[in-house]
């Protein structure tokens, strides 16, 4: 069975860090992209970062860029997002996923997580 499950998520004041990790099982997580997205009450869905697959790459939405970072451990079959110098506006549940190394670097994963929520006090 397919499975994606994030952690990590939590109340943090603004300007503060988060770590989020995302556990894989049941698919070849080392073959394909790892991506993050968010979703807040009422908004579309964010692309936010993404990782290639040996993880020589990685991808940013401009809003984050320079804040977060995504990284991966193959081994351990687990993407992370570490999110610095955070926002209220960073509020949100957020979502890993698997995807196709030929797809886009931000087209739907074709593997999802629950989420976790994240959220960011002023």
């Known amino acids: 069975q397919v499975q994606l499950v994030e952690s990590g998520g939590g109340l943090v004041q603004a300007g503060g860090s988060l770590r989020l990790s995302c556990s894989a099982s049941g698919y070849m997580f080392e073959s394909y992209t790892a991506k993050w997205f968010r979703q807040a009450p009422g908004k579309e869905r964010e692309f936010v970062a993404a990782?290639?697959?040996?993880?020589?790459?990685?991808y940013y939405a401009d809003s984050v860029k320079g804040r977060f970072s995504v990284s991966r451990d193959n081994a351990k079959l687990t993407a992370y997002l570490q999110m610095n110098s955070l926002k209220p506006e960073d509020t949100a549940g957020y979502y890993c996923?698997?995807?196709?190394?030929?797809?886009?670097?931000?087209?739907?994963?074709?593997?999802w997580g629950q989420g976790t929520q994240v959220t960011v006090s002023s």
């Open positions: 996923g698997g995807g196709p190394s030929f797809l886009a670097i931000a087209t739907i994963p074709q593997y």
């Open positions: 990782i290639t697959r040996s993880g020589d790459k990685t």
